[in-house]
């Protein structure tokens, strides 16, 4: 879907989602990203792998634009065949938690090439599809909850905030819901009910989860995304600037 969403798009289309960068740019990036992805699965390495690269020299990388696509998919298909291939017992590293290793690679390569592949749609002319057209429900959720219990909580994506301050985030399609408490500069994040956990929060985000997952990764406006925000906005604020998954 991103590979035909670039071709659509054309590579050197701007990528409104990703601030000065061409679909070309982005095509390279999760091209690099599935082989770094891939290599984790299997070779088995008991470290995250650092080759070194920075994002300069990715996006500096990799075939022409004739052949970019094409690299793209091939790329794509190995780092599936090596998940599907994979032993369910697979022991290698990681860098959140989940129920094996095998399903962390799954989950966070999932997770990423969708946002990437909304990206690469909101580089078309008509820009990208509304949130719940392009994500189903229970994948967006799955999506939420990585990115609140795992990106969210761990520690260079520590919010700051003064004081205690609390967000609620509830998923009305899914019945699921999360609450994000800042507290002293620490992050605590957990899973909870429609009703909540721990009392009212300082501000409530509710919605679909499609728009939730857009909004949270900075992909789409609480309008755009069918989303309401109510209590205090600030509290998003900081979650705005603070998780964003960047390049490391």
Known sequence: MLAD??????????VP?????????????????????????????????DDGDDEEAVLASGPDDAELIAAYRSGHAALVAALRAADPDLDCATFMPAPSPLAFWARRQAHETAIHRYDAQSAAAGGAPEP??????????????????GFAARRRYRLRADGTRSLAVRAADTGNG?????????????????????????CLLAGPAAGIYA?????????????????????????????????S
């Open 5 to 14: 969403a670039a071709a659509a798009a054309g590579l050197t289309a701007s």
């Open 178 to 202: 999360w609450r994000v408490t800042l507290a002293d500069g620490a992050t605590k994040v957990a899973r909870c009910g429609q009703a909540g956990d721990g009392g009212a929060a300082d």
């Open 215 to 247: 909004y949270l990764w900075n992909r789409s406006a609480a309008a755009a995304a069918t989303v309401t925000v109510t209590g205090d906005p600030a509290v998003l604020d900081v979650w705005r600037s603070s998780v964003r998954v960047t390049w």
């Open 132 to 149: 719940g057209a392009a994500f189903a429900a229970a994948f967006a959720d799955d999506g939420v909850d990585e990115l609140i219990m």
């Open 17 to 49: 989602t990703c601030p000065g960068w061409q679909v070309r740019d982005l095509v390279r990036h999760q091209a690099y990203v599935h082989r770094w992805a891939a290599r984790h699965v299997t070779e088995r390495p008991a470290t995250v792998l």
